[in-house]
């Protein structure tokens, strides 16, 4: 009876003892089960793991001290189901639990607990309720000896966490965070340092770049100038620290860190 249950809960996103009643009242058939729970409309047609979820929102929460945070990427298939107070407010506990749990694995947080049951028949039981499919998509947990800040934009689909380190005022880093957040969302760098960048993609940047030049019919003395300045360009567009800082175009974001660096980032897109 109990892999029945579980079984069904898997597979249809309804809640234990929905399932439970249905079998039983069903005795012990699952496919008499699944109609039941159909027919009684904790069930919609059509098999949920067949349809994409491509919406959702992000959320992100901190701990008291602001040493610790934990972002959440679930998806929906609608943005309609994304604006549910019921999804809205799953989104958030997910986010609290992650916190709670420590972990940046996906799979090991959707096994563990989560009320009486799992993060996993959690998310399963509110794909049941809402009548969409339900993806737990990504997660992230950071936490620092300095300040973890973030950002979430208005309609819920970008979130960034932003790690700073070095830090000997706690107030100041905490806004200077919050600002680079914001920044991360609008400018979506792909790589913290220079040094991140993969080698093979660099390369085939240069080769890309030096190709081009010589096709544009530029002198081959000058080429590898050109290339030069042009890479110089291809780190301010993808590097954080290199960017321009999207609160004033004047200064790179290394410029307005006031001594205080920048440890790590996660940034998350709805879709992305």
């Known amino acids: 009876m109990m892999e029945s249950i579980k079984k069904l809960r898997e597979s249809t996103g309804a809640g234990m003892m929905d399932v439970k009643k249905a079998l039983s009242d069903a005795n012990g058939n699952e496919e008499q ?3 039941l729970l159909r027919e009684r409309g904790i069930v919609k047609a059509g098999k949920k793991d067949d ?3 491509k919406e959702g929102l ?3 929460v901190l701990s008291s001290d602001k040493k610790r945070a934990a972002i959440v990427e679930i998806n929906s298939e609608t943005d309609f189901v994304a604006r549910n107070s019921d999804f809205q407010a799953l989104v958030k506990s997910l986010a609290q639990a992650l916190l709670d749990n420590r972990s940046s694995d996906l799979e090991s947080f ?3 607990a989560h009320g009486s049951s799992s993060v996993n028949e959690e998310v399963l039981a509110a794909s049941g309720r809402i009548g969409e499919r339900l993806v737990l998509n990504r997660v992230a947990y950071l936490e620092t000896p300095g300040v973890v800040a973030g950002y979430v934009h208005s309609n819920g ?3 960034v966490l932003v790690e700073l380190d070095n830090v000997t005022d706690a107030e100041l880093a905490t806004t200077i965070a919050k600002d ?3 920044h991360v969302a ?8 220079r040094d991140e960048v993969n080698t093979d993609d660099l390369e085939k940047e240069r080769e890309i770049l030096t190709n081009k030049a010589l096709n544009e019919g530029k002198p081959q003395q000058l080429v590898e100038k050109i290339v030069a300045g042009q890479l110089a360009k291809f ?5 954080l620290l290199d960017q321009r800082f999207v609160k004033d175009n004047d200064k790179k974001v290394r410029d307005t860190l006031s001594g205080h660096g920048v440890a790590s980032f996660v940034r998350f897109e709805v879709g992305a």
Not at 186 to 193: F, G, K, S
């Open 51 to 53: 349809r994409e979820a």
């Open 180 to 182: 680079v957040a914001l």
């Open 157 to 159: 689909k970008i979130g």
């Open 186 to 193: 609008a400018e979506r760098p792909r790589y913290l340092h």
């Open 58 to 60: 992000v959320a992100f």
């Open 33 to 35: 089960a699944v109609a």
């Open 235 to 239: 780190y301010e567009d993808n590097v």
């Open 110 to 112: 959707k096994a563990s």
